[in-house]
């Protein structure tokens, strides 16, 4: 029986890590951060545990029932009547007892590893606001704020630049969940919450809030860009730099300016600085809009803002009700934000 | 003779009398019936009613979930669906049919002629009856003056701050919090009963130690009822002042903490799962040695671990909020309660397994039940061992994975056990096979 399940438990494993780590797919068998990696060891170990307990109880289960159901040639008399052992009883339970230590040691080790750990001085810190239904990174350290795409450098092993979280909500709860980095931690109104990342290889990863937020939970993703240490610093630079003043745009950047726009967003450098919706100084650096509901160009942001509840129903951002020709010279400012 | 023939045969008179009674007489006798028979039968028929209802909710859900994309209903519909159906089941369906089962048995069990305060009892039922109604209401009343969303869509949980006026607007959340109030006095009402009808109501030389494995089991229940109801009507009530008197529990715009109410949810939540599922176990306890032709395995030990779950499952709360932020020594206090949890209930198993051992087990429909519930139970306490490691529920957590282990819990060992029960006592209680 022991063979059969060291069998099954390595079959399962083989089937759970084969995938390559494709930061595009969430995996939370394919770690590519410390924090995660720490839980996948764990969750292996648990699930072999699990495992094999399945394995035993289900073959006495599916044993009982085979050998002792009642025969057609039955003679209708009464099994011997036993009313109970001692010694079994002890059994059952002195095994579980130890069985329930062992898996509470190798948690609770991985719980200090996790929730305990220290950083280097050079830590990235990052505070993150949850929003229904958006993400706000603010970068204390450089002075600047973006939303939904969250870019971190990479962590080398030798030198490592983890990336600490602080997670704070201007709401609801929400929940911070990026599998492949590190385990979810819950953003909270009237509390400070903190997490960590370390992740060591490149590439965009994404998540999700994972806990209910109201009306459009499910579209409230997250995407975090794993960066090298130079293209992060080229993106830092690029953030920090103050908004692009074009020309060409003037009409779509008055329209921008005498509308209410400037009560919830704000672009660096203009009159714009509301702070219910998400910093567009630089929207064009991102990948995505309305927390990954749609890809960030010209053609869905134009409909983002004619009418929100078309890409994201259940969306706080109103339609603007502009006519065409301001639609199209207010989206064209918008592009212009690089 | 004449006069012994007309003492030994009244039955079919008084049945003729009965079958003549007009029908709103029979309906009324109903009503104001306070025979623990009767209103055992109303609350499982009642709790049927409600679980064609919930399940109705949950095909359209699924039907939502069935392709990616889908534009079934809309999400502020989803929302309501997933709150109603998780509401619905624990307290409409759950709660009344197990409630119905004790109320029926319990008394027969023990030797009693009926529970202890057949008014309360009636009380009771009808409290959970006007709860049900009071939440299903919603749908007409939920958007009173506001024009806002019909039916609740807070969640089963209704986690704070999303409750409070800013965030739920109009009148749904408070059918919410006042249909679970006015049914969560109905079930510390009969959860009394069953406590004083148990401990105090046995026939001569039933003691503790003989009484039937099934009254055992419900008298944990409704002591657990007792502790864990109250703190969740005490929270529904701040929540009410919070959304019309201005108190600020729960406000966190004001001030107020959004922790405290997870910690009332989930000390009421957590029990109250196993509230649901110790009745289960008290049908199989009945139905697994009827059919395997012997007596229960470990009776003394199976009393002793079914009492240990009810304690230790009141100090297992927090692993519902293993991503909250909590220290990592109250995580790893709650990861130790939980694991504990698993002990006495692998006992009960193994027990199951010691009865079906060396029987001659019959695999008749009640049976058949019987044997799935402790094969999808199996999976449901492994699948909480994984959760219970918290690490890995930073990564399971409010997953489906979660919804999974729920519901490998509550239809395996609840839905499966009320199936087995309800043809286990049919002829019991309709005098027909």
Request: proline share 6%; charged share 10%.
């Amino acid at each position: 029986m022991c063979c059969l399940a060291a069998l099954c438990l390595s079959v399962a494993e083989a089937a759970i890590a084969a995938p390559g780590a494709d930061p595009a797919i969430p995996n939370i068998f394919t770690p590519a951060s410390t924090p995660a990696d720490s839980v996948y060891h764990l969750s292996l170990f648990v699930l072999e545990v699990c495992a094999a307990i399945f394995i035993v109880v289900f073959s006495l289960l599916a044993y009982s029932v085979v050998k002792f159901r009642q025969r057609a040639s039955d003679d209708g008399r009464e099994p011997p009547q036993i009313y109970g052992s001692n010694q079994m009883e002890l059994a059952w339970t002195v095994i579980p007892v130890l069985i329930v230590v062992v898996l509470f040691l190798a948690t609770a080790r991985v719980i200090h590893a996790v929730e305990d750990a220290r950083f280097p001085p050079n830590a990235i810190e990052v505070t993150t606001v949850g929003h229904q239904f958006w993400w706000e990174f603010q970068y204390p350290q450089e002075g600047f704020v973006t939303a939904n795409e969250l870019h971190v450098p990479v962590s080398d092993a030798k030198q490592p630049t983890p990336t600490h979280i602080t997670l704070l909500s201007a709401d609801t709860d929400h929940s911070f969940w990026v599998p492949m980095l590190a385990g979810k931690t819950d953003l909270i109104p009237n509390r400070t919450n903190s997490m960590w990342i370390d992740p060591h290889e490149t590439g965009t990863y994404v998540g999700q809030c994972a806990q209910y937020c109201g009306v459009q939970h499910a579209k409230m993703l997250l995407r975090v860009v794993v960066e090298s240490r130079a293209d992060f610093d080229k993106w830092i630079a690029g953030q920090r730099a103050p908004a692009q003043v074009a020309d060409s745009v003037a009409r779509g950047r008055q329209i921008f300016e005498t509308t209410a726009c400037v009560n919830c967003h704000t672009i660096a450098g203009t009159d714009a600085k509301g702070k219910f919706g998400p910093d567009l100084t630089h929207l064009m650096s991102r990948e995505t809009i309305a927390a990954g509901a749609a890809l960030n160009n010209r053609a869905d942001l134009r409909q983002w803002i004619k009418d929100p509840e078309v890409l994201k129903p259940g969306s706080l951002m109103p339609a603007m009700q502009l006519p065409e020709q301001d639609l199209d010279a207010l989206t064209d400012y918008l592009v212009s934000l690089r | 003779m004449s006069n012994a023939e007309s003492v030994l045969g009244p039955m079919p008179v008084s049945a003729a009398r009965e079958g003549a009674k007009p029908f709103f007489d029979q309906v009324h006798e109903w009503i104001v019936t306070v025979d623990h028979k009767k209103l055992g039968l109303m609350y499982i028929i009642y709790g049927i009613l409600f679980l064609v209802i919930a399940g109705l909710e949950a095909t359209v859900m699924r039907i939502q979930l069935a392709i990616p994309h889908n534009h079934f209903v809309s999400p502020q519909v989803f929302n309501q669906l997933f709150t109603m159906h998780g509401t619905t089941m624990v307290f409409l369906v759950g709660m009344p049919i197990l409630f119905g089962f004790a109320n029926y048995l319990a008394p027969l069990m023990i030797g009693a002629r009926d529970m202890a305060f057949p008014r309360l009892n009636a009380f009771s039922f009808w409290m959970s009856a006007l709860g049900g109604i009071i939440l299903y209401f919603s749908y007409l009343g939920g958007p009173g003056l506001y024009g806002a969303g019909s039916a609740p869509d807070v969640g089963w949980f209704a986690y704070a701050p999303l409750t409070s006026q800013a965030f739920s607007p109009g009148h749904s959340t408070d059918y919410w919090i006042i249909g679970l109030l006015v049914s969560g006095v109905g079930s510390i009402g009969t959860a009394l009963n069953i406590v004083t009808t148990v401990l105090c109501m046995r026939c001569p030389g039933m003691t503790l130690g003989r009484m039937p494995l099934f009254a055992w089991l419900n008298l944990v229940m409704s002591a657990m009822v007792l502790i864990v109801v109250s703190p969740l009507t005490a929270a529904q009530i701040m929540l009410l002042l919070d959304r019309y008197l201005g108190a600020h529990f729960f406000d966190t715009q004001a001030g107020g903490s959004a922790v405290i109410w997870m910690h009332f949810f989930w000390i009421f939540g957590h029990p109250e799962v196993y509230v649901l599922i110790i009745p289960g176990f008290a049908v199989a306890s009945e139905i697994i040695p009827v059919f395997s032709r012997k007596p229960i395995f470990g009776y003394s030990i199976m009393v002793a671990a079914t009492v240990a779950i009810g304690f230790v499952s009141l100090g297992v709360w927090a692993h519902h909020m293993f991503t909250i932020g909590m220290t990592s020594y109250a995580n790893a206090f709650f990861v130790a309660s939980t694991m504990a949890v698993g002990v006495p209930t692998g006992i009960k198993i193994f027990n199951w397994l010691g009865t079906m051992w060396g029987g001659k087990i019959r695999l008749t429909i009640p049976m058949m039940f019987c044997i799935a519930f402790l094969f999808q139970f199996l999976i449901a306490g492994l699948t909480g061992i994984m959760l219970a490691a918290a690490p890995f529920d930073w990564q399971l957590g409010n997953s489906y994975f979660v919804v999974a282990h729920f519901h490998y819990v509550l239809i395996g060992g609840l839905v499966f056990t009320i199936f087995a029960a309800l043809y286990y006592w049919y002829p019991k209680v309709t005098g027909r096979m």
